[in-house]
C-alpha cells in the first residue's frame, strides 16, 4: 500500500470510538485495582494481567480494523465450523469451579464462548447477506434458527447459561437487522410465546413438573434455579441473597459522589467483584456521577456502532456492527442488572472495564470490526 492509502486510512479511522473504548478500559483498571486493593504504583497479579489483556486486545483491534472484513467474511463458514469445534472440545478442558469453560493455554485460561460471540456475528452477517431476499423463506428462517441453538446449546451445556443468553440475544438483533419481515417474527413469537407462558406458570406453581423434569434430565441445573428463586424469594438462598445485599448496598452507600478510591468496603465484600460485580465497586467509591459516567460512555459507543451500521456500504458490514452493539448493549444491561437485584446472579462481564483476558480480547475484535466497516470505503491492507 502506497503512502497516499495509507494517509486515507488513517483519516477514515474512528479515533473517536477508539479514544472512548481505551478510556473505558483505563477506567476498569483503576477499579480493578481498587477491587483487589493492589496499589495501582505498583503492578502484580491480576493488575499485570489486565494491563496485558487490555495492551494486546489494541493490537487485536487495529488487526481487525485494517484487514478487509469482507476478506475475513469470506471464510464465514470455516469460522463457524471453528466456533462449534471450540465449544465441543472444551468439554473435554480441565474443570475450573466445577465448569468446563476455559482452555489453559500456555498458562492463559482461554473462554471460548466469549469468543463465539465474535464468530456468530461474522457468520450470520454473511449468511444473511448472500441469502439476500430468501431470507425471508421459512426455511432459511428455520435453518438460521438451527444454526444458532447448536453454539448457544453448546454454550449452556457447559454450564455458561449468561453467555449463551448474551449470544441468542446478539443473533436475534443481526437476524432483526435483517429485513426479515415482521409477520415472520410474529409467527415464530406464537410459537414461543405459549412455551414461556407455560413455564413461568410452571415455576410458580408447588409441583413443576418441567422444571423439576428439564433438571432431573440436566437440562436445567438446579443451581440456576435457585439464584432466580432467589431474586424473587431471598430467605431461599441465604449466600446468594447476601451478595446481592451487599452489591446493592455496595451502590447505595456511594450516594451522589462515591466514597472514594480504596474506601469501598461492601463492594469488594462480593464474590468475583473484579468482573461480575465491579459496577458494585465503583458505586460505592464513585457513587452516582461516576456510575452515570461508565453507562453514558458505554451508551456512546454503541451509538457510534449505531450510527456506523446506518452508514455502512452493504448488509454485511451493516449486520457486523448492529452485532457489535447489541453484544455490547446487552453485556452492559445483563451485568448492571445483576448488580442492582434486577435480574439473577449471572456472570456477565461489564465490556472493556470488568477483568477478563477472554472477555477483553473479543470486544475489542468486536469493535476492531466496526471500525473496519466504517473505513471501508477505503482501501484495506488486503486490497490492490
Given at each position: 500500500?502506497?503512502?497516499?492509502?495509507?494517509?486515507?486510512q488513517?483519516?477514515a479511522?474512528?479515533?473517536?470510538l477508539?479514544?472512548?473504548?481505551?478510556?473505558?478500559?483505563?477506567?476498569?483498571?483503576?477499579?480493578?485495582?481498587?477491587a483487589?486493593?493492589?496499589?495501582l504504583n505498583?503492578i502484580?497479579?491480576l493488575?499485570?494481567?489486565?494491563i496485558?489483556?487490555?495492551?494486546?486486545?489494541f493490537v487485536l483491534?487495529?488487526a481487525?480494523?485494517f484487514?478487509?472484513?469482507h476478506?475475513?467474511?469470506?471464510f464465514?463458514?470455516?469460522?463457524?465450523i471453528?466456533?462449534?469445534?471450540?465449544?465441543?472440545?472444551?468439554?473435554?478442558?480441565?474443570?475450573?469451579?466445577?465448569?468446563?469453560?476455559?482452555?489453559?493455554i500456555f498458562?492463559m485460561?482461554?473462554?471460548?464462548?466469549?469468543?463465539s460471540?465474535v464468530?456468530?456475528?461474522?457468520f450470520l452477517?454473511?449468511?444473511?447477506?448472500?441469502k439476500?431476499?430468501?431470507v425471508n423463506?421459512?426455511?432459511?428462517?428455520?435453518?438460521?434458527l438451527?444454526?444458532v441453538?447448536?453454539?448457544v446449546?453448546l454454550?449452556?451445556?457447559?454450564?455458561?447459561?449468561?453467555?449463551?443468553?448474551?449470544?441468542?440475544v446478539i443473533?436475534?438483533?443481526?437476524i432483526?437487522?435483517?429485513?426479515?419481515?415482521y409477520?415472520k417474527?410474529a409467527?415464530?413469537l406464537?410459537?414461543?410465546?405459549?412455551?414461556?407462558?407455560?413455564?413461568?406458570?410452571?415455576?410458580?406453581?408447588e409441583?413443576?413438573v418441567?422444571i423439576n423434569?428439564?433438571?432431573?434430565?440436566?437440562?436445567v441445573?438446579?443451581?440456576?434455579i435457585?439464584?432466580?428463586?432467589?431474586?424473587i424469594?431471598?430467605t431461599?438462598?441465604?449466600d446468594?441473597?447476601?451478595?446481592?445485599?451487599?452489591?446493592k448496598?455496595?451502590?447505595?452507600?456511594?450516594?451522589?459522589?462515591?466514597k472514594?478510591?480504596?474506601n469501598g468496603?461492601?463492594?469488594?465484600?462480593?464474590?468475583?467483584?473484579?468482573?461480575d460485580f465491579i459496577f458494585?465497586v465503583?458505586?460505592?467509591?464513585?457513587?452516582?456521577?461516576?456510575?452515570?459516567?461508565?453507562?453514558?460512555?458505554?451508551?456512546?459507543i454503541v451509538?457510534?456502532c449505531l450510527?456506523?451500521?446506518?452508514t455502512a456500504?452493504?448488509t454485511?458490514?451493516?449486520?457486523?456492527?448492529?452485532?457489535?452493539?447489541?453484544m455490547f448493549f446487552?453485556?452492559s444491561f445483563?451485568?448492571?442488572?445483576?448488580t442492582?437485584g434486577?435480574?439473577?446472579?449471572t456472570?456477565?462481564?461489564f465490556?472493556f472495564?470488568?477483568?477478563?483476558?477472554?472477555s477483553?480480547?473479543?470486544?475489542?475484535?468486536a469493535?476492531?470490526l466496526?471500525?473496519?466497516?466504517g473505513?471501508s470505503?477505503?482501501?484495506?491492507?488486503?486490497e490492490?
Amino acid at each position: 500500500m502506497n503512502n497516499i492509502g495509507l494517509k486515507r486510512q488513517f483519516r477514515a479511522f474512528d479515533f473517536v470510538l477508539t479514544v472512548m473504548i481505551f478510556v473505558l478500559a483505563v477506567s476498569g483498571i483503576i477499579m480493578l485495582g481498587s477491587a483487589t486493593r493492589i496499589d495501582l504504583n505498583g503492578i502484580d497479579g491480576l493488575f499485570k494481567r489486565q494491563i496485558m489483556w487490555i495492551g494486546t486486545g489494541f493490537v487485536l483491534m487495529l488487526a481487525a480494523s485494517f484487514i478487509d472484513y469482507h476478506f475475513i467474511c469470506k471464510f464465514y463458514i470455516p469460522i463457524y465450523i471453528l466456533m462449534v469445534g471450540l465449544l465441543i472440545a472444551v468439554f473435554s478442558a480441565a474443570d475450573i469451579n466445577g465448569t468446563g469453560r476455559w482452555f489453559d493455554i500456555f498458562g492463559m485460561s482461554i473462554q471460548p464462548s466469549e469468543f463465539s460471540k465474535v464468530f456468530i456475528i461474522i457468520f450470520l452477517s454473511k449468511f444473511i447477506e448472500l441469502k439476500g431476499d430468501d431470507v425471508n423463506k421459512i426455511s432459511v428462517i428455520l435453518l438460521i434458527l438451527l444454526l444458532v441453538l447448536v453454539p448457544v446449546g453448546l454454550v449452556y451445556l457447559q454450564p455458561a447459561l449468561s453467555a449463551s443468553g448474551v449470544i441468542l440475544v446478539i443473533s436475534c438483533a443481526v437476524i432483526f437487522a435483517g429485513k426479515i419481515q415482521y409477520r415472520k417474527i410474529a409467527v415464530i413469537l406464537l410459537f414461543i410465546a405459549p412455551l414461556v407462558t407455560y413455564l413461568y406458570v410452571d415455576f410458580i406453581s408447588e409441583d413443576r413438573v418441567l422444571i423439576n423434569k428439564l433438571v432431573e434430565l440436566e437440562i436445567v441445573k438446579e443451581y440456576q434455579i435457585n439464584r432466580i428463586e432467589a431474586m424473587i424469594n431471598p430467605t431461599l438462598d441465604p449466600d446468594t441473597y447476601r451478595q446481592l445485599e451487599d452489591s446493592k448496598y455496595a451502590i447505595g452507600s456511594g450516594q451522589l459522589r462515591g466514597k472514594g478510591i480504596y474506601n469501598g468496603i461492601h463492594g469488594h465484600s462480593t464474590a468475583e467483584s473484579e468482573n461480575d460485580f465491579i459496577f458494585a465497586v465503583l458505586g460505592e467509591e464513585f457513587g452516582f456521577i461516576g456510575c452515570a459516567s461508565i453507562i453514558i460512555l458505554m451508551f456512546l459507543i454503541v451509538c457510534k456502532c449505531l450510527y456506523t451500521a446506518a452508514t455502512a456500504p452493504d448488509t454485511c458490514g451493516r449486520l457486523i456492527a448492529v452485532g457489535a452493539a447489541a453484544m455490547f448493549f446487552f453485556q452492559s444491561f445483563f451485568h448492571v442488572g445483576v448488580t442492582i437485584g434486577l435480574m439473577p446472579v449471572t456472570g456477565v462481564t461489564f465490556p472493556f472495564f470488568s477483568y477478563g483476558g477472554s472477555s477483553m480480547w473479543a470486544c475489542m475484535i468486536a469493535a476492531g470490526l466496526v471500525v473496519n466497516v466504517g473505513m471501508s470505503k477505503n482501501k484495506s491492507l488486503f486490497e490492490d
